[in-house]
């Protein structure tokens, strides 16, 4: 398979594996790119389908992954994934973050599969999309110089006193129903990253998205829906509204920040959220 490389240092841990991922690379023939800017991947991405590349490979986080995989949907080209970000939602709901040797592993000897893609006001995601507290949180943590889990959380700290709960209003497929939504993601995997399990029973090839909206934090249910969100519970907690369909249209009072796999947009008060099944092939370890 003609192969390409498209590695994000400023992701995670991405420049301790660049050495390792170069010297593979090498051995396959494959040239490996670096990104210069953000949104730089989805060009470079562009370039290997333009060159012929079968199996475009994103080195970075979820971002890195959403830009390269973006300009995959649709194609025959399939995407690789050498996660090494600070979250890494999709690669660790697909068992393929760990270890570099297991990351390249699964390229040698996975299969590429097929997997559903969202679309959230015109723009792509593969992992989550969403609004309201984790929509500010991102654009917060993308404006730093340095990043990291640590970094993520004591932003999160400060963002969780920054934002309050919206009213929305939410039409799943027929359905409408009103919530007071502090943060709200429409899914496609089942986690937010670091194993945060914000829809725990969701799968990447059902043809579905799964919504959930957490109600504001308290002093209260910040403990319990942090033990439920590690423990795969939140769908149950209090408070918490849980849907699933094929698209969702969501109507909040002001426009604001939405994300799509971290990556942050500008959107109105009215978001649309449709699914693409089957729209993107990725490498999978073998069942
Ligand atoms: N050369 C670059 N300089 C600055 N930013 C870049 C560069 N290349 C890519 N980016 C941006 O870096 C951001 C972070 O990338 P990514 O999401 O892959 O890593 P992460 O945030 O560490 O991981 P995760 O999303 O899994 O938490 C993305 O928004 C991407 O557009």
Do not use: K
């Amino acid at each position: 398979m003609r192969t390409r490389f498209i590695v994000n240092r400023r992701s995670g841990r991405a420049n301790r594996v660049l050495a390792g991922v170069r010297a593979f690379a090498a051995q396959l023939g494959a040239a490996v790119v670096l990104t210069e800017r953000p949104r730089h991947a989805r060009d470079l991405a562009t370039t290997a389908l333009d060159d012929g590349c079968e199996l475009i490979v994103a080195v970075g986080g979820d971002g890195t992954m959403n830009e390269v995989g973006s300009a995959l949907i649709g194609t025959p080209a399939t995407l690789g994934l050498i996660p090494c970000g600070s979250g890494d939602g999709l690669g660790r709901f697909l068992g393929l973050h760990g270890s570099l040797s297991h990351s390249l592993e699964i390229l040698c000897s996975g299969r590429p599969r097929p997997i559903d893609t969202g679309v959230a006001d015109g723009h792509p995601f593969i992992n989550l999309a969403g609004l309201g507290f984790e929509a500010e949180l991102g654009a917060r943590f993308n404006r730093l110089e340095r990043r990291g889990f640590l970094r993520y959380l004591s932003t999160g700290a400060r963002t969780l006193h920054a934002c309050h709960s919206q009213r929305c209003t939410i039409t799943a497929d027929d359905a409408q129903v009103n919530v007071d939504a502090f943060t709200l993601a429409v899914a496609n995997s089942a986690q937010y990253g670091n194993n945060a399990l914000i829809a725990p029973h969701a799968r990447v090839d059902d043809g579905q998205l799964d919504l959930c909206a957490l109600p504001a934090a308290t002093w209260f249910n910040v403990l319990p829906l942090t033990l439920r969100l590690f423990s795969g519970t939140i769908d149950r907690a209090s408070g918490v509204v849980h849907r699933r369909g094929t698209r969702f249209v969501v109507e909040r009072p002001a426009p604001g920040p939405l994300h799509t796999d971290g990556e942050i947009h500008e959107a109105g008060r009215t978001v649309e959220f449709a699914i693409r099944p089957a729209s993107l092939r990725i490498m999978c370890p073998v069942p």
